[in-house]
Antibody, heavy 127, light 107 residues
């Protein structure tokens, strides 16, 4: 079964770039959508964006100016880069599979869900 | 962005009780709504997709209903292992957004 594992530094200095990698095991990263979500300590979930295995991306407008995703299909990995971080970026960062099902029933529809999640990695922004 | 609200923000119920959580969207989202369970210290887990479809492997005591702006998530008989925070998520419009969560505890 497909499993996801986040990796990266647990501490980043303010104004620097936060970089995390998600490794996909038990299946191929190809032909699927993948997403990043974060959760500040004790708070709710915020969607950061998604990418497709061909490298196309869609970012949350609230973070769009600071975030970049990349994919390495040879390593079955995708990555998140968030620049100019502040304390407000302190959070648990999750990667997840963004599964989609498209069909037609009196109109086209697309069911979407985050069906497989990594365990999450805590990143603190502090000097 | 579509705003999601949930009520109550927390609840305490006895084992075996029927538990209901509501989720409301700031505009109509058809049935493009999912429910997740997050246990303390763990990643969220998908329980219900497309408002009413039970994810494979999820216990049948979990169910969902609704369309448009108003949705309901139900645990038919609360079990000790259901202690968690439950989130709704809309995916009708990007950015996809989550509700603030409902924390469920055992009385």
């Amino acid at each position: 079964q497909v499993q996801l594992q986040e990796s990266g530094p647990g501490l980043v200095k303010p104004s620097e770039t936060l970089s995390l990698t998600c490794t996909v095991s038990g299946g191929s990263i190809s032909s699927s959508y993948w997403t990043w979500i974060r959760q500040p300590p004790g708070k709710g979930l915020e969607w950061i964006g998604f990418l497709y295995s061909n490298g196309s991306t869609n970012y949350n407008p609230s973070l769009k100016s600071r975030v970049t995703f990349s994919v390495d299909t040879s390593k079955n990995q995708f990555s998140l880069h968030l620049n100019s971080v502040t304390a407000a970026d302190t959070a648990i960062y999750y990667c997840a599979r963004d599964v989609r099902l498209t069909g037609y029933s009196s109109g086209w529809y697309e069911i979407r869900a985050f069906d497989i999640w990594g365990q999450g990695t805590m990143v603190a922004v502090s000097s | 962005d579509i705003q999601m609200t949930q009520s109550p923000s927390s609840l305490s119920a006895s084992v075996g009780d029927r538990v209901t959580i509501t989720c409301q969207a700031s505009q109509g989202i058809s049935t493009y709504l999912n429910w997740y369970q997050q246990k303390p210290g763990k990643a969220p887990k998908l329980l219900i997709f497309d408002a009413s479809n039970l994810e494979t492997g999820a216990p049948s005591r979990f169910s969902g209903s609704g369309s448009g702006t108003d949705f309901t998530f139900t645990i038919s008989s609360l079990q000790p292992e259901d202690i968690a925070t439950y989130y709704c998520q809309q995916y009708d419009n990007l950015p996809t957004t989550f509700g603030p969560g409902t924390k469920v505890d055992i009385k």
